[in-house]
Nanobody, 122 residues
């Protein structure tokens, strides 16, 4: 069992930055691919980025160059650094864990956090 808790969301102006964090419980954190997803009302969850156990990364084209994913296996944490934020980045951001390497589909993720709201004003 893995429990995930996100933090770091908030309100920021367009062009600003935020750093999301996700802290995981459990002793097998370093076995999981960790992913970030986002969701707006009425829409399906959108893949943002994933990082494998050894640090390999896959980032969605919609955020590539602006968002960076990183992890610390020693601290059981994964971060999403978001730069040059746009109003269309407004969403609830979720952290998730899977054993499938660099999975993109939400259905492949087994554990989810509660989400953290990111609001980007224009």
């Amino acid at each position: 069992q893995v429990q995930l808790v996100e933090s770091g969301g908030g309100l920021v102006r367009a062009g600003g930055s935020l750093r999301l964090s996700c802290t995981a419980s459990g002793r097998t954190f370093d076995s999981y691919t960790m992913g970030w997803f986002r969701q707006t009302p009425g829409k399906e969850q959108e893949f943002v980025a994933a990082i494998g156990p050894s640090g390999s990364i896959y980032v969605s084209g919609s955020v590539e160059g602006r968002f960076t994913i990183s992890r610390s296996n020693a601290e059981n944490t994964v971060h999403l650094q978001m730069l040059s934020l746009k109003p269309e980045d407004t969403a609830v951001y979720y952290c998730a864990a899977t054993m499938v390497h660099l999975a993109v589909a939400p259905s492949l993720y087994d554990y989810w956090g509660q989400g953290t709201q990111v609001t980007v004003s224009s």
